[in-house]
């Protein structure tokens, strides 16, 4: 049974920075994505690293936002500078599209 477990999520003020970690129970050679669900809407997909570390972002995230990955650790990261309070949600790291993780919630407001 694979685990992921995010962390590092809380509450922000706009402007601020968060770095969310997931530690993966194993190797993590696979396509490592982080999704986002707000209150009352759909989760939506925010950024992808693949095993050769090419990365791809939603667009409302481009520049604010930076996912990395150590593959010694098993752990991806997530990187949120420039926070607004539409990036409230929890975030949830997804591995090879098949395993997910638990949530961690960030909260952007004054």
């Known amino acids: 049974q694979v685990q992921l477990v995010e962390s590092g999520g809380g509450l922000v003020q706009p402007g601020g920075s968060l770095r969310l970690s997931c530690e993966v129970s194993?190797?993590?050679?696979?396509?490592m994505r982080w999704y986002r669900q707000a209150p009352g809407k759909e989760r939506e997909w925010v950024a992808t690293?693949?095993?050769?570390?090419?990365?791809n972002y939603l667009d409302s995230v481009k520049g604010r936002f930076t996912i990395s990955r150590d593959n010694v650790k098993n752990t991806i990261y997530l990187q949120m500078n420039g926070l607004k309070p539409e990036d409230t949600a929890v975030y949830y790291c997804?591995?090879?599209?098949?395993?997910w993780g638990q949530g961690t919630q960030v909260t952007v407001s004054s």
């Open positions: 194993r190797n993590i050679y696979d396509v």
């Open positions: 997804n591995m090879g599209s098949t395993f």
């Open positions: 690293i693949t095993s050769a570390g090419a990365t």
